[in-house]
């Protein structure tokens, strides 16, 4: 059972155009999301994360934005650059909780195209 | 500070045989937990340990095993191999505490195939 969903496999956007990965999620214990990249041969790094207590969260051209109500986040990027095609997950954890390990959801492959 | 360092980097084994993977956290980190990926699957947790117990433990056959030292290095040891073992093991660390959840710092992977 998924309990982090990233219904996308793929996406292919153009360099300058906003990109958006949509992420859903089941355990409305979760409390702090996280989006990690991850480049082909390397370990997926942090991008950005989110708490439950806020909405909306902003790094750079980096945006994530938590729909509790409807157990949906997405990660904007604007503008989209041809270094950010990676796959991108999605990840969720119950912090108030003893199982404070991250679960993650299946990735999105991102395109961006020159 | 080095980052979290897993080796070997590639590995190819038969099926019934066992393998052991190594992973060293980052300088202070205390946790460290493993995650297998697969293309249709994902990154799936494994285990956590923090100071040389294991706190969580995901889905996985009892032929996953892991163990923690006291310096903070990790092993994961697989038995009894099967094809669908096949896979890019990788290995996080961070501090966290009870409680509490830190972004991960993650390895490079070891990319296991079972022939």
């Known amino acids: 059972d998924q309990q982090v969903k990233q219904n996308s496999p793929s996406l292919s956007v153009q360099e300058g155009r906003i990109s958006i990965l949509n992420c859903d999620y089941t355990?409305?214990?979760?409390?702090?999301f996280l989006w990690y990249k991850k480049y082909p041969a390397e370990g997926p790094t942090f991008l950005i994360s989110i708490s439950s207590i806020k909405d909306k969260n902003e790094d750079g051209r980096f945006t994530v934005f938590l729909n509790k109500s409807a157990k949906h986040l997405s990660l904007h990027i604007v503008p989209s650059q041809p270094g950010d095609s990676a796959v991108y997950f999605c990840a969720a954890s119950n912090a108030g909780g003893s199982q404070g390990n991250l679960i993650f959801g299946k990735g999105t492959k991102l395109s961006v195209k020159p | 500070k080095a980052g979290v360092t897993q080796t070997p980097r590639y590995l190819i084994k038969t099926r019934g045989q066992q393998v052991t993977l190594s992973c060293s956290p980052i300088?202070?980190?205390?946790?460290v937990s493993w995650y297998q990926q697969t293309p249709g699957q994902g990154l799936q947790f494994l285990f956590e340990y923090f100071s040389e117990t294991q706190r969580n433990k995901g889905n996985f056959p009892g032929r996953f095993s892991g163990r923690q030292f006291s310096n903070s290095r990790s092993e994961m040891n697989v038995s009894t191999l099967e094809l669908g073992d096949s896979a890019l093991y990788l290995c996080?660390?961070?501090?966290?505490?009870?409680?509490?959840?830190?972004?991960?710092?993650f390895g490079s992977g070891t990319q296991l195939s079972v022939l």
């Open positions: 996080a660390s961070s501090l966290r505490g009870q409680g509490s959840v830190e972004k991960l710092f």
């Open positions: 355990n409305s214990m979760f409390d702090y």
């Open positions: 300088s202070g980190h205390r946790s």
